[in-house]
């Protein structure tokens, strides 16, 4: 096979993709990512380890979401850049 084009290597890795899916359980697949990303947040609120799980916890999910409303504001003035651009 020749060298594929940009779209076309979106295409198979778009396929290969819910090839995987279909055949398994995406929740249990993906467990161990999300758990090395939450800690990431739980190191940034608690790095030592002093306060409460439960708190820690909580601290690290608004972290998380703190992290995600930056991602939609950074989007939004992108969006708001590029439809201003002539």
């Given at each position: 096979m020749?060298?594929?084009?940009?779209?076309?290597?979106t295409l198979r890795a778009?396929?290969?993709?819910?090839a995987k899916w279909?055949?398994?359980?995406?929740v249990a697949g993906t467990a161990k990512a999300r758990a090395a990303f939450?800690?990431?947040?739980?190191d940034q609120v608690d790095p030592r380890r002093d306060l409460?799980?439960?708190?820690r916890l909580r601290?690290?999910?608004s972290?998380?979401?703190e992290y995600f409303a930056r991602?939609?504001?950074?989007?939004?003035?992108?969006?708001r850049a590029r439809s201003a651009a002539p």
């Open positions: 020749g060298r594929l084009t940009a779209g076309e290597r778009r396929i290969a993709a819910h279909s055949a398994a359980d995406p939450l800690e990431r947040f739980i409460p799980e439960s708190e601290r690290a999910e972290k998380r979401s991602l939609a504001f950074a989007s939004a003035k992108a969006r």
